[in-house]
């Protein structure tokens, strides 16, 4: 635990100092380790700082006051004129809240809460800001173990099979997401592609609901495996998502669709076996 | 030819629209992107790079890698002084519908990057910025 | 890339046309313009166009496919593309390029037996 740096002009502490008054503020502000509460000019100038802004963002109090508060931001968001834009809301708003990544003395970053308040006078001039930041790193960091956690599970649950020459099966499992979208369409076309197969079975059973999210990523998915020259057979539709499909205005006219995936393999089956009887046809 | 630093090239003619593709493939592949969000973010440059070549006739493309907070990314800037776009956000919208490719390239490549940002002037120019991150 | 990299070659009563990995704009153009000369000259049926090296599909080829087909149908010919790359394909989903009603095929031989057979043959219920 770094040594807690003394602000300049700080009066020393006195056993007779009252609770409430401005002091012994002052003194409770300073101590509190978990939230980064400094103050700024009506410039962006850092006036004021505490044990945790020391602790959050590596400068001691000393280095730190008159210097523009721009350079806890990435180099990205100073570009951008992030900083300059959340003084301007606050000082409109009263208040602005925003998340983000920002830089420690170290040049190490960290994702950072940050509720910038614009400090008023009784006349309503501007007197400066006060922000107050937390170090939510870990959370995000959590957070984003999880979303790719849970990324794996569906690619692992949801496997692309050949179920015959020429046929392959994807289960669809929940709704689809843009994200979700993605990695199904690139692990089936890569399959169609791989086993050069003429036709897909896109089994719902398990979509529990469709909406339209869902409903145009799917017709998404069916346009692009029919660019590639292959056939797309939706099955497991059951009679509520059909009902859905119907009412969100899907034309689904030109897919072949068929209630289980069965049934489906039998519509696989024929188109292969037309297209075989064409062949020999033309002979 | 390995770019992982940052770069620029002038865009003068036709032709150099196919070796602005091949100059973002490089570095998109280099970067660690996969072989799909290579073809998209080559094909997002293909559409601004020739964006720039019908509308102002000469340009530029820069390209830098992105790190920020553990990730990686590349951004992408088209930077021309030409025309100028009228109406961004309609420009934004256009050609969505039609599907034969008219109109498609500012949309289409907002789409298949993950950011972008325009900056249009009438008269004066225009910035483009598309950015993808590695999932 | 110049123009004569593209190869047409006359396949029986079809024509076969290999589109090279990354061709450019004059390329792509002049591939338009080989292919009507080329269904003039040699009163084929259909066209397939192998588009199965090619690693880029944007807004411009598209387009220009697009309107070789029709400009082949107005011949009375029938076009395949076929041997899309997954990429492609999902990218130009993504991109929003349908190519028209343009016919496809996973690769070249299948392409051929497409134009073999009778039209309109493709979606059955």
């Not at chain 1, 009066?11 to 503020?25: F, N, R, V």
């Not at chain 2, 309609?90 to 034969?100: D, P």
């Amino acid at each position: 635990m770094p040594k807690p740096a003394k602000p300049a002009k700080r009066a020393p502490k006195s056993a007779g100092t009252p609770l409430g008054s401005e002091e012994s503020y002052r003194q409770m502000v300073d101590s509190v380790k978990d939230y980064a509460i400094i103050m700024l000019d009506p410039s962006g100038r850092v006036a004021s700082w505490n044990q945790g802004a020391e602790r959050i963002k590596g400068y001691r109090a000393s280095e730190i006051i008159g210097k523009d508060f721009s350079c806890f931001y990435t180099a990205d968001a100073v570009a951008r004129g992030l900083p300059e834009r959340e003084l301007e809301l606050a000082a409109k708003e009263g208040r602005f809240e925003d998340e983000g990544w920002r830089v420690r003395k170290d040049g190490s970053q960290f994702w950072a809460n940050a509720i910038i308040s614009a400090l008023r006078d009784v006349n309503g001039a501007l007197r400066g800001y006060s922000k107050v930041t937390r170090d939510l790193t870990e959370r995000k960091q959590a957070e984003e173990r999880i979303q790719q956690q849970s990324k794996e599970i569906m690619e692992l649950s949801t496997p692309v099979m050949q179920v015959w020459q020429g046929v392959v099966a994807a289960p669809l499992i929940g709704t689809l997401d843009s994200q979700r979208t993605q990695q199904f369409m690139e692990r089936l076309l890569t399959r169609v592609v791989e086993t050069n197969s003429p036709v897909a079975l896109v089994d719902i059973m398990g979509v529990p609901t469709i909406d339209t999210q869902t409903a145009q990523h799917l017709i998404e998915t069916i346009s692009a495996v029919r660019l590639l020259g292959a056939q797309v057979v939706l099955t497991g539709v059951r009679p509520a998502i059909a009902q859905t499909l119907v009412h969100l205005g899907i034309d689904l006219s030109d897919i072949i669709t068929r209630s289980s995936l069965a049934a489906g393999i039998q519509v696989a089956l024929d188109i292969l076996n037309l297209q075989v009887v064409g062949k020999n046809a033309g002979r | 030819m390995i770019q992982t630093q940052q770069g620029e090239f002038h865009i003068g003619s036709e032709s150099d629209i196919v070796l602005a593709r091949k100059l973002v493939r490089d570095f998109a592949t280099e970067l660690g992107f996969s072989l799909t969000d290579v073809t998209r973010i080559v094909t997002a440059a293909s559409e601004l790079t020739r964006n720039i070549y019908h509308y102002a006739g000469s340009g530029l493309m820069r390209w830098r890698p992105l790190s920020e907070g553990g990730h990686a990314g590349l951004e992408l800037i088209f930077e021309d002084q030409g025309p100028g776009i009228p109406d961004v956000d309609k420009a934004l919208e256009a050609g969505f519908s039609t599907g034969k490719g008219l109109g498609l390239g500012l949309p289409g490549s907002k789409r298949l990057m993950d950011e972008m940002t325009i900056e249009s002037h009438l008269g004066q120019g225009t910035v483009v910025g598309v950015r993808k991150w590695l999932k | 890339m110049s123009a004569e990299s593209i190869s047409v070659i006359k396949v029986g009563d079809l024509l076969l046309v290999t589109v090279p990995s990354d061709p450019d704009d004059e390329t792509v153009s002049a591939l338009q313009e080989q292919v009507l000369q080329a269904m003039a000259r040699h009163q084929v049926k259909g066209l397939v166009l192998d588009i199965s090296t090619v690693q880029t599909l944007d807004s411009f080829f598209a387009r220009t496919i697009a309107e070789s087909v029709q400009m082949v149908a107005l011949m009375g010919g029938r076009t395949v593309l076929s041997g899309m790359r997954a990429s492609v394909a999902i990218t130009a989903t993504q991109l929003g390029l349908t190519l028209g009603r343009a016919e496809t095929a996973l690769d070249v031989d299948r392409a051929i037996e497409r134009l073999g057979a009778a039209p309109a043959q493709g979606q059955s219920r």
